[in-house]
């Protein structure tokens, strides 16, 4: 269908027409409106006109994504200027919900006219003339019925998706935000949530029990079990299970982020390898690191937060604290244990940890103490 314009109504919640429009009302984590916006963007529609108080323009704009024309007024002589031409426009003439096109729903509830036959007839009681159902919307009037009728929201997302190539194990048991993008020949498992302006690439696994909120993942990439926020990830890199990815990392292509690995505010070089146990807070790492277990980037000094840089190529041994600010040099090695606060430079082994003492027959000595001492009663 090749839709160019819309005009949609929105009616106050109640008689009090200051009272926030319904189709600014909360589903799925956005405004309805956001959801009906995309379903006509899906449809070709390019061009909006909002029938609503000025009091709610900007809250009205941001449900429309970039690239949308939008027009909010309540008065007649800008919706008719709006209609100028001919051509087929999109009419939504009360709150509804975006539903599977084959699903039946209300003649009136949304309809498609020539542009022409709605400026001689705009504000007149009647049908318009030459006025076609549009399928794909149900109508509603107060926010229990939002919430019964959420669920064909989510249908609706799921059933876009699967027309474009993405693939669902149990399509009810997955989340959507009607924004997300996701490439054909994704797997998506339940318990997903993918919320905001999310682009998941082609011939991605997502899930099970994965929250993604406004990320891009790139083609070929796994993300198990974990939670990631405002960052992005590169190609053919895994993900999880119970990784956490905080605001704006960037983690590059053919990398593992592994089991209990925290990521904030970082760039990670492709390559490298983050396999379990490790906190990486404000740092820049280069290509082909291997972190060992436990490694932590200790960013805080209880005042100011400092940034970590590592080479590529670098070393990091099993539970190496690096002390921010503090460099590890390409190629370098840190030994396991390692506090490290001082730079490291380039193909160095840095060792930073106590020599060890041995004291012979010091366990037996103290079972033989302990156990001539008299048990306390129970």
Request: proline share 4%; glycine share 10%; net charge negative.
């Amino acid at each position: 269908m090749d839709q160019m314009r819309a005009i949609l109504c929105l009616t106050a919640r109640s008689s009090d027409e200051q009272s926030e429009p319904l189709m600014l009302e909360t589903v799925l984590f956005c405004p309805l409106l956001t959801w009906v916006s995309e379903k006509l963007r899906a449809n070709g529609v390019q061009r909006f006109f909002i029938v609503c108080g000025a009091e709610f323009a900007e809250k009205v704009k941001s449900c429309f994504s970039a690239g949308s024309e939008v027009t909010v007024s309540d008065r007649d002589d800008d919706l008719l200027a709006f209609l100028d031409g001919d051509g087929p426009v999109a009419v939504l003439p009360a709150a509804a919900v975006p539903i599977e096109d084959d699903l039946e729903a209300e003649e009136n509830c949304a309809f498609t006219a020539d542009a022409r036959s709605l400026r001689e007839s705009w504000g007149a009681s009647g049908t318009v003339p030459g006025a076609k159902k549009l399928p794909g919307f149900a109508a509603i009037e107060s926010a229990a019925d939002i919430q019964d009728l959420s669920p064909l929201c989510r249908d609706d997302a799921a059933e876009r998706l699967i027309a474009a190539g993405v693939q669902f194990v149990d399509r009810y048991a997955v989340y959507l935000d009607p924004r997300v993008r996701v490439g054909r020949g994704t797997v998506i498992l339940p318990g997903t949530i993918l919320r905001g302006n999310t682009v998941i690439g082609e011939n991605c696994e997502i899930g099970p029990n994965t929250v993604i909120r406004d990320c891009t993942v790139g083609s070929g990439s796994t993300v198990n079990a974990s939670q990631l926020f405002e960052s992005t990830v590169g190609d053919r890199t895994n993900v999880g299970p119970f990784a956490y990815v905080r605001p704006d990392s960037r983690i590059g292509d053919d990398i593992k982020v592994g089991d209990f690995v925290e990521i904030k505010n970082s760039t990670i070089g492709s390559g490298t390898k983050i396999s379990h146990l490790t906190y990486v807070g404000d740092s820049d790492v280069g290509e082909k690191v291997n972190f060992g277990c436990g490694t932590v980037t200790t960013n805080y000094d209880g005042f100011e937060k400092h940034r970590c840089t590592i080479g590529s190529g670098a070393f990091l041994g099993c539970n190496t604290n690096l002390i921010a600010p503090v460099k590890v040099g390409d190629g370098a090695y840190t030994a396991a244990g390692s506090t490290i606060t001082r730079d490291v430079p380039a193909d160095a082994l840095a060792i930073a940890r106590d020599r060890q003492v041995i004291k012979e027959g010091w366990a037996a000595a103290q079972r033989r103490l302990r156990a001539r001492k008299p048990k306390p009663e129970r």
